[in-house]
């Protein structure tokens, strides 16, 4: 086979270590990304360095952000007696894009996982817990994934927190909107069942 | 909902930029982009920059390169009777895993489809031409793929170049080694019988 390319090999590399990107997928973005104009590429790259140096953890409630805090905590409108918690970045804005909450978050960066290897010190779940330590935070909606990891971290902190005297609460599990019975699975018609309400 | 980050969402555009890439996964590539060691996504900036600056066309082949020639055309150990005209850069890396081909290469960047507004002006034929002029070249093989556009890129080319006493072939079209007939099409299938061969 003909010599090739090192650079090229290293682009792919690069693309192939994104999550869900084979080689095949990763090969075809980097020759993509050999066509396309120079300055085109060169902003690609530029924007990634700039976003890593820039970006960071809000020393609050560790959602990423480019300034000192993150535009949650620092907006003085929100609801500062209710926290969700979630896993990750994304889970907040996806919570936002509801334009139904308008509490604090707090983001975990992960799930209890022991067969990860992630343990509860992993996370921000002391950073939590310090934050409830004056009374403003009145309630705190659990807001991890309805997956196994996601019940067993929520029901671990609801433990923790308890004690404190601070209501704590989890997101509803049921069939979703535009949903199918057919095509639900037990569990969660059970859970629909389960948490069925009056109309 | 809260303000966005105006770097992220620049990354996250420079990720939907990618073929077959949507806002979701863009998304979820630029928030594991920040969750990597500093280092490690530093680097995957600087990959892109150099390999978009030192990565070129070879200048008789038009295949990619970061040196003077490709390491095809370098290759003094190669058929230079042969040309065997492709697509794009990939096709030669996958013509090349075969190990069966030792002849040189010429590659199209693309496909005549008037659909798209791309002309055989837009393509690498006249320099294709152009190397057949002395005669050292005996046998062109056109390798684009058995598509509408690639068929009629490789007639196109054939008629172009029969008159100059150059044998043009054309790669086979079958049953896939691994395939299953009962799935093949009806064209595969057609194209298969015509293409029989004694054993």
Do not use: W
């Amino acid at each position: 086979m003909a010599g090739t390319i090192p650079t090229l090999e290293r682009l792919i590399d690069c693309f192939a270590s994104l999550p869900g990107v084979g080689r095949k997928s990763a090969s075809r973005f980097a020759y993509f990304l050999l066509d396309m104009p120079e300055d085109q590429a060169l902003e690609f790259s530029e924007v990634i360095a700039e976003a890593r140096k820039n970006i960071h953890q809000c020393p609050v409630c560790h959602n990423l952000t480019d300034s000192d805090k993150c535009p949650v905590c620092d907006d003085e409108k929100r609801d500062r007696s209710v926290i969700c918690v979630v896993e990750n970045p994304r889970d907040v804005n996806s919570i936002e894009r509801t334009h139904e909450y308008n509490g604090l978050y707090h983001v975990l960066h992960g799930l209890i996982s022991p067969l990860d290897g992630v343990g509860p010190d992993q996370l921000y779940i002391r950073q939590l817990i310090t934050r409830l330590s004056d009374d403003t935070v009145k309630e705190v909606i659990m807001a991890t994934n309805p997956t196994v990891e996601g019940e067993s971290t929520a029901v671990y902190i609801s433990k923790l927190i308890k004690p404190l005297g601070v209501k704590v609460t989890r997101l509803a599990t049921g069939v979703p909107v535009g949903g199918n019975l057919e095509y639900a699975d037990e569990m969660t018609l059970y859970k629909a069942l389960q948490g069925r309400s009056e109309i």
